[in-house]
């Protein structure tokens, strides 16, 4: 079993195109790295497809643009039919590629606004709509070829039939000291922030029952990302 089908360009995904979900046909490897806020998965994920050449998916991008655009649009993120029409009223399209996933709503890149106090606060409300996960669902489920994905629930609702899950913990101490070095903000706050996060997420953030649990809060990145391509070569997807 090999990971293969990378591709060195980037290519566009958009509300509409054709749907494929097979998470494991012939030359196409999904590999799903799920965990809660700031567990690394996106950092390791993306190494991950670094190594492998193929490209990386954040699904949680696709919740980000959903709540910076409600915020943008100064509408009410608890209002399930008002996400959805903004949802659909904008163009917005996940260009997957080797270099890492782009946002784009009506061609405007609006990748580098996603990661903000503002949109974290609203983000998991956004999220807890069913339609809304809909939404994200059916767009990744479009992305062809091979790629890394990360998020909550790719390993169980996106990309049930994943060849290779991996599920990423530790504590919400840990995760906290990770991202205060990210952003400016204390320690505590943060921590509270992230375990305020854990609860909103809860339900979406059932581990897959056969992925392959990573504790990372003695490793460094790296020695995560070792871990995962070691579960892969062990059963030979490298
Ligand atoms: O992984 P992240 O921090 O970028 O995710 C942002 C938010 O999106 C997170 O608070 C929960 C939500 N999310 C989700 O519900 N399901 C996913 N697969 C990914 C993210």
């Given at each position: 079993m090999n990971v293969q089908g990378g591709r060195g360009g980037a290519s566009m995904v958009e509300a509409g195109a054709n749907a494929d979900t097979e998470d494991r046909g012939p030359g196409r490897n999904v590999i799903t790295l799920d965990g809660p806020a700031a567990s690394g998965k996106s950092s390791a994920a993306r190494l991950v497809a670094g190594r492998l050449g193929i490209p990386f998916v954040s699904s949680g991008l696709l919740y980000r643009v959903a709540a910076y655009l409600v915020e943008e649009m100064h509408g009410d993120p608890n209002d399930e039919g008002v996400v959805v029409r903004i949802l659909t009223e904008r163009r917005v399209r996940l260009v997957p590629s080797v270099a890492g996933d782009r946002i784009l709503v009506d061609g405007r890149d609006v990748t580098a606004a996603l990661h903000t106090d503002a949109v974290d606060a609203v983000v998991s409300a956004v999220a807890r709509h069913r339609r809304v996960r809909e939404w994200v669902r059916n767009r990744l489920r479009e992305i062809p070829g091979s790629f890394v994905i990360d998020g909550r629930d790719m390993g169980t609702a996106v990309f049930p039939d994943a060849r290779h899950k991996f599920y990423l913990t530790a504590s919400a101490e840990v995760r906290a000291r990770r991202r205060v070095g990210e952003r400016s903000a204390d320690l505590a706050s943060v921590a509270d922030a992230i375990r305020r996060r854990d609860r909103l997420d809860a339900a979406q953030s059932v581990p897959a029952e056969d992925a392959v649990h990573v504790e990372?809060?003695?490793?460094t990145l790296e020695q995560v990302v070792d871990r995962v391509m070691e579960a892969l070569s062990e059963v030979g997807a490298v």
């Open positions: 990372t809060g003695e490793l």
